[in-house]
């Protein structure tokens, strides 16, 4: 089992920044394909990046594209999310997932990020 924790979470301006951080414990980390999805409230969970063992692919939902970096360090078993530009349709509780790219296998306890207007 690996178990996956969030942190770097919380209240910012739009147009601000933040950095998640999801760090993995428990089986070797490196193989898995890591994402990141989002809730907001009254919604279905969606996808927002992954990014591969290798870190030679990585995906985005459209709507984050150009203002959200997802990078993973496989020696410190640490995936992180770079949050620019944000908005307040960033708003959500923000989800650190691990699988192999089509099926999501360990999931967080998620991170709220809250984007005032």
Aim: proline content about 3%; glycine content about 12%; charged content about 15%.
């Amino acid at each position: 089992q690996v178990q996956l924790v969030e942190s770097g979470g919380g209240l910012v301006q739009a147009g601000g920044s933040l950095r998640l951080s999801c760090a993995a414990s428990g089986r070797t980390f490196s193989p898995y394909t890591m994402g990141w999805f989002r809730q907001a409230p009254g919604k279905e969970r969606e996808f927002v990046a992954s990014i591969n063992w290798s870190r030679t692919n990585t995906a985005y939902a459209d709507s984050v594209k150009g203002r959200l970096t997802i990078s993973r360090d496989n020696a410190k078993n640490t995936v992180y999310l770079q949050m620019n530009s944000l908005k307040p349709e960033d708003t959500a509780v923000y989800y650190c997932a691990g699988g192999d790219g089509s099926r999501w296998y360990h999931w967080g306890q998620g991170t709220q990020v809250t984007v005032s207007s």
